[in-house]
Nanobody, 123 residues
């Protein structure tokens, strides 16, 4: 089993920055691929960025050049650095993981999920 706990959300003005963290525990082989998703009220959950254990990091078009996904294996922590935030980035942000080598951004590809951290960007 895998446990994922997000932190770092908050309220910022447009143009600001936030860094989200996801502390992971449990079977490390079950989190070979890790990703960030977000869900705004009334909208479907959408993939933001994925960092597989092998292969290329993948970003959603809407965040390319503004968000950076990274991980610290020694700390078992996944990060999402978010710069130049826009009001449309407002959402609950979720950390996700899966045993498989996943390079896509579809929620159905991930078996483990955190509880989320809220990000609110005001104009």
């Amino acid at each position: 089993q895998v446990q994922l706990v997000e932190s770092g959300g908050g309220s910022v003005q447009a143009g600001g920055s936030l860094r989200l963290s996801c502390a992971a525990s449990g079977d490390r082989y079950s989190r070979n691929s890790m990703a960030w998703f977000r869900q705004a009220p009334g909208k479907e959950r959408e993939g933001v960025a994925v960092i597989p254990w092998l292969g290329r990091i993948n970003y959603a078009e809407s965040v390319k050049g503004r968000f950076t996904i990274s991980k610290d294996n020694a700390k078992n922590t996944l990060y999402l650095q978010m710069n130049s935030l826009k009001p449309e980035d407002t959402a609950m942000y979720y950390c996700a993981a899966d045993r498989a080598l996943v390079t896509g951004l579809e929620a159905r590809q991930y078996n483990y999920w955190g509880q989320g951290t809220q990000v609110t960007v005001s104009s």
